[in-house]
């Protein structure tokens, strides 16, 4: 028989149990808190990222728009995914603001990656191979630009666990957007052109930049818009041992000549250091088709009667377009060689206004405060900040600058070569932590900033 004090003790030693096993139970939550914001989980989640093949033609899609809300979830963050074109998700996140009537804060960044020739890499593309000698991790995308997407996401992580912020006043919103690398179409141009984009009220928009080899963090205003040009030359065929005038290879030939100067000019000016590869218009010649197919190669004692080449060119927005649209009317494609040209397979020749009618550059000076709130936020995180640059290619901003709104170029990669597309692209877990401060620091003056800007009256008017 349990006599009243046996009860008494077993209580007691019940009561004991069950405290230190909630105890412990906390502890271990408080020790998993403090894990994810450690370095190795910061990584750890990084490499998760990578590790989702997104490559073009056939990304998967679903599975990263799942790992992105499940992000955004551990985060309390507000998530939708839209789906302007079907199996194509963007995923749309929202940290809502104090001041919700403030004019918002996008952080874009693409989900889609370039695909890889798997056997010229040291290490498999979505291995997320972190080599622990020298801490780099090598993977498609941990440059262009899964690394932003996360960064962002880490930087939000940090501020709702700074007891000095975490609230915004303005909503930051974040857009994960699908098949940037194949033009853009069914992700940030349709975004920017929804209902959903209007009613965000975007006051600012930060994109995609390059990685820097230099200590400094280079950072994009503009970009040069691609135009794609097919020239054909025709003439009269003949016999390969015959010279005579105006064969369709010799025209051809001299419109090649012509370009081939063009661009050597072009590119003299960057090699000479007076121009910045952004500020040229680039030439480059993407395909030569001609001849006469026979079953072991080409037909050789004949000269064909057409002759095509193609070529990938890029102009900055202050370029003159008027007079390289003559140019190549007149000396690399002219009617008189019997030339014809096209511009772009894919008509692919951007315009160089945004929808008001204005160049499309972003201000990167005292008119634009968001320019000066970044290069002030990337200084408090001790990060340098190079002279503002005009992006060679094309990226998304172009479809958010066309919507009349400030759009800045910024991947935080000091220290490191520009990998994009190229094999065993990889960037440093040291620079991508450091990254994440920087991001942090913007965020924060971003979604801080009470005033309302020019713009922002401007757009309020219209
Ligand atoms: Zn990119």
Redesign the pocket.
């Known amino acids: 028989m349990i006599t009243l004090a046996r009860l008494l003790l077993l209580l007691l030693l019940f009561l004991v149990l069950f405290l230190s096993s909630s105890a412990s139970k906390a502890a271990s939550a408080v020790s998993q808190d403090e894990d994810s914001s450690s370095a190795s989980s910061i990584i750890s989640r990084f490499r998760q990222y990578l590790q989702i093949n997104t490559a073009q033609p056939k990304p998967n899609y679903h599975e990263a728009a799942d790992f992105l809300i499940s992000q955004a979830n551990s985060l309390s963050l507000e998530s939708q995914v839209l789906e302007f074109v079907q199996g194509k998700p963007l995923v749309l996140l929202k940290w809502p603001g104090k001041k919700p009537a403030l004019p918002s804060i996008l952080l874009n960044s693409?989900t889609d990656v370039v695909p890889s020739e798997h056997h010229k890499w040291a290490h498999p593309p979505f291995d997320a191979h972190l080599d622990s000698a020298t801490g780099n991790i090598y993977a498609r995308g941990s440059q262009?630009?899964k690394c932003v997407g996360m960064q962002y996401l880490e930087a939000i992580r940090k501020l709702k666990a700074s007891p000095s912020f975490r609230q915004p006043l303005r909503t930051v919103y974040l857009s994960f957007v699908p098949d940037?690398e194949i033009g853009g179409h069914p992700g940030a141009e349709m975004f920017a052109h929804s209902e959903v984009f209007q009613k965000m009220n975007v006051g600012v928009v930060l994109d995609?930049g390059l990685a820097s080899p230099d200590d400094f963090y280079r950072v994009f205003y503009a970009e040069r818009s691609p135009m794609w040009l097919v020239i054909k030359a025709t003439g009269p065929p003949g016999h390969g041992a015959k010279l005579y005038d105006n064969s369709a290879m010799e025209n051809l030939l001299k419109s090649i000549e012509s370009i081939r100067r063009f661009r050597a000019a072009q590119f003299d000016l960057v090699k000479s250091g007076s121009r910045a590869e952004g500020e040229v218009i680039s030439v480059n010649m993407a395909f030569l088709k001609a001849g006469t197919p026979s079953p072991t190669g080409f037909v050789m004692n004949l000269q064909p009667s057409e002759a095509q080449a193609g070529f990938d060119i890029r102009v900055p927005p202050a370029a003159d377009h008027l007079s390289l649209e003559i140019r190549i009317a007149e000396e690399w494609a002219p009617s008189s060689r019997n030339m014809t040209f096209e511009l772009g397979q894919f008509k692919q020749k951007a315009s160089v206004y945004d929808k008001f009618g204005k160049p499309m550059l972003t201000a990167h000076d005292g008119s634009n405060p968001w320019w000066g709130l970044l290069e002030e936020a990337i200084k408090n995180a001790n990060g340098k900040v190079g002279k503002p640059e005009i992006f060679p290619a094309s990226?998304d901003a172009r479809y958010f600058r066309e919507q009349g709104l400030p759009a800045i170029g910024f991947s935080p990669m000091a220290n490191t070569p520009i990998l994009l597309h190229d094999h065993n692209e990889f960037l440093n877990k040291d620079e991508y932590l450091k990254g994440i401060d920087a991001y942090e620091s913007i965020i924060k003056a971003f979604a801080s900033f009470d005033e309302r800007t020019s713009d922002d009256e401007s757009k309020a008017e219209l």
């Open positions: 693409h262009d630009m940037e995609e990226t």
